[in-house]
């Protein structure tokens, strides 16, 4: 079996440092790098893509919501078509940082509150979509399983890679649990591997009352700013490894 292990990273901003981007490199194949609206900044940009080159990760845009103050975590009401050029300005802007490093963007992974509000909502996951074939029709569109946006890539022609989350849990409709709650993250790594594996084995994710979703995963997520990343990802890294389960890019995976 193989599978993607994506993290969102490259969320540092000036002088302010977000998670351990260099460690956690070490345990991806792919890194969802921020593109400057909701963290990240150019110096950051080049410094995540030299990372991701030094270890062989592949490398995405991170687009969310013009948000410094709430990290894109705040839901932002636009016009479907504003939504659609700030994505592809996003990826634009990344685009040619990578460029200029001889590295290229091979994926688009929505981020926070964006991606959470264009997981039901069908302008929303549209909007990225369109935001995304409008720079590259090639790029992969990484969306949560079950949601509109998996739709919207199918609707556009664009490969897309269905993701679920190492260190998140889901309630009864698929999606994740709101951050507002206590019990929303995963921040042991026993758990955490236990989880994916799960996913694994029975094709399937469950929420916190024990619901069955069945649903085809081609990538996990671990979320770079979160205190507990580089251990979790350390220990599912290993786990995978003596299952047998090797751990490729996503162009390599969806190839």
């Known amino acids: 079996m193989n599978i993607n292990i994506n993290a969102d990273i490259g969320e540092s901003y000036g002088k302010y440092t977000i998670g351990a981007d260099a460690q956690l490199m070490k345990s991806i ?5 921020a593109c400057g609206m909701h963290a990240g900044d150019p110096s950051i940009m080049v410094h995540t893509v030299r990372l991701a080159l ?3 990760v592949s490398i995405g845009a991170h687009p969310g919501f013009n948000d410094i103050w709430g990290f894109g975590r705040r839901q932002i009401r636009m016009n479907p078509k504003d939504l659609e050029y700030l994505v592809t300005y996003q990826i634009g802007a990344l685009q040619a940082i990578a460029g200029a490093q001889n590295a290229r963007v091979t994926h688009v992974k929505p981020h926070g509150a964006l991606n959470n509000m264009a997981h039901d909502l069908e302008d929303y996951a549209m909007a990225i979509g369109r935001g995304i074939k409008a720079v590259d029709r090639d790029l992969i569109y990484v969306a949560n399983v079950g949601s509109q946006m998996s739709l919207a890539a199918e609707r556009l022609g664009l490969r897309v890679a269905n993701e679920s989350y190492v260190d998140r849990r ?11 709650l206590d019990n929303a993250m995963i921040t042991d790594p026993k758990e955490a591997v ?11 994710i469950y929420s916190v009352s024990g619901k069955k979703i069945p649903c085809k995963v081609h990538t996990f997520c671990i979320h770079g700013d979160e ?9 599912l890294r290993t786990a995978l490894n003596q299952a047998g389960i090797q751990v ?3 162009p390599e995976l969806m190839r």
């Open 194 to 204: 236990e989880h994916v594996l799960r996913i694994l084995e029975t094709g399937a």
């Open 227 to 235: 205190p507990t990343a580089v251990p979790v990802a350390q220990s």
């Open 29 to 33: 194949g792919s890194a969802n790098v």
């Open 248 to 250: 490729l890019s996503l």
């Open 170 to 180: 889901y309630d009864d409709n698929g999606k994740m649990l709101s951050r507002e």
């Open 54 to 56: 030094e270890n062989q």
